[in-house]
């Protein structure tokens, strides 16, 4: 059996309101059009969660709304306040914690927890994707990893295969 971890930064942010408070600031245009384009690219690329964790802010929730419908339309999903802003380690155990009858889970979140998540989970992969994801996690990345094992427990440092990295850029 294998465990995927899919982890999806937040698209692209506005700042155009100055009196927002960070976590509630809402997508920017370009967010919104790279989201579209994520959710498209993880559909081809049979990226299908059977559970969702999200952020409770306002960008990272919009990310989703425009993401759902493309990959995961009916996924359980829970909105987890740790995820703000969370730390690696967080990040980590929140995953650490599933429940054994989901085997593949969609974060939604922030860096740079998610960055240094993934830098820390990856023990093999192709070697472009890893030096691409080392460099940037950008906003609406989407990193893709796999675990062996039913345990998510089980899931730890250097454990994880990275098996696909997408960033806005690099979608044509």
Request: with cysteine; aromatic share 4%; hydrophobic share 45%.
């Amino acid at each position: 059996m294998t465990l995927t971890v899919t982890l999806l930064r937040h698209a692209k942010s506005s700042r155009d309101d100055a009196t927002l408070a960070d976590i509630a600031r809402p997508l920017a245009e370009r967010g919104r059009r790279d989201a579209l384009r994520m959710a498209a690219w993880m559909a081809l690329n049979g990226i299908k969660p059977d559970l969702v964790l999200c952020s409770t802010s306002v960008r990272t929730r919009e990310t989703l709304a425009l993401v759902a419908p493309a990959v995961a339309p009916a996924v359980a999903t829970r909105f987890e306040a740790s995820l703000y802003h969370g730390e690696a380690d967080v990040l980590l155990r929140k995953v650490q914690g599933l429940s054994s009858a989901k085997q593949h889970v969609l974060l939604i979140g922030h860096n740079p927890g998610f960055h240094d998540l993934a830098l820390s989970l990856i023990g093999a992969g192709d070697k472009g994707l890893r030096a691409s994801l080392a460099e940037k996690f950008s906003t609406c990345g989407c990193a893709v990893l796999t675990f062996a094992g039913s345990d998510w427990a089980s899931v730890a440092p250097k454990a994880g295969a990275l098996t696909h990295w997408m960033a806005p850029k690099r979608l044509a």
